[in-house]
């Protein structure tokens, strides 16, 4: 039971480009929306977290958008950089633990 | 360096035998998760504490595992009995808890026991 759905699996961007990661969620009780990024062998790290009573939040080059009555939020990451090659989660919770989708995996290409 | 710290990084087993890991939380987090891992997968949730109390179990912690929090500070996860099945990136998170606060809700990881089951 997959209760947060998350796409592309990959995505490859060229420096200064946009990447667009996207969302789904089922479960209307949650009300917290992280997403991590993660290098090889490290642990996931917070980018930005967001409340459904917003429909935006911009953290520099980060923003996450959301649509309550979608079910749906994204993060957008503007004037991609290679060190922001990595895998990013958005993630979803409305007690205590986190439930994470499948992860993409960007590549920015210099 | 105060972040969550675990132990170890890396674990090698034999099936059959028992495997201990450790999480070190931020200082004063009173709230400690364990979370699985696997190739290509978002972390799973496989329990959590509030102080010393463990209060919440995912499906996925089978009677093969346990996990302790004595006295509120690091915790252990220990699998017995390993199978190939639990070879895994093991992740430990902790937050500050209240769930008030945006900030206060962060679970910050650490960087995860990588474990081989041969």
């Known amino acids: 039971q997959q209760q947060v759905k998350q796409s592309p699996q990959s995505l490859i961007v060229q420096k200064g480009g946009i990447s667009i990661i996207n969302c789904a969620y089922e479960?209307?009780?949650?009300?917290?929306f992280p997403w991590y990024q993660q290098f090889p062998g490290k642990g996931p790290a917070l980018l930005i977290a967001i409340r459904p009573d917003v429909s935006e939040k911009k953290e520099g080059r980060f923003t996450i958008s959301f649509n309550k009555s979608a079910k749906q939020f994204s993060l957008h990451i503007m004037d991609s950089q290679p060190g922001d090659s990595a895998t990013y989660f958005c993630?979803?919770?409305?007690?205590?633990?986190?439930?994470f989708g499948k992860g993409t995996k960007l590549t920015v290409n210099p | 360096d105060t972040g969550v710290s675990q132990n170890p990084r890396h674990k090698i087993t034999k099936r059959g035998q028992n495997v201990t890991f450790r999480c070190d939380p931020i200082?004063?987090?009173?709230?400690l998760y364990w979370y699985r891992q696997t190739l290509g997968q978002g972390p799973e949730f496989l329990t959590y504490f509030q102080n010393e109390a463990q209060l919440e179990k995912s499906r996925l912690l089978s009677d093969r595992f346990s996990a302790e929090r004595p006295k509120g500070s690091f915790s252990t996860l220990e699998i017995q009995r390993t199978e190939q099945g639990d070879s895994a990136m093991y992740l430990c998170?902790?937050?500050?808890?209240?769930?008030?606060?945006?900030?206060?809700?962060?679970?910050?990881f650490g960087p995860g026991t990588r474990l081989l089951v041969l």
């Open positions: 200082s004063e987090h009173n709230r």
């Open positions: 479960n209307t009780a949650f009300d917290y």
């Open positions: 998170a902790s937050s500050r808890g209240d769930r008030g606060l945006l900030w206060q809700e962060t679970q910050y």
């Open positions: 993630a979803a919770s409305g007690s205590e633990k986190l439930v």
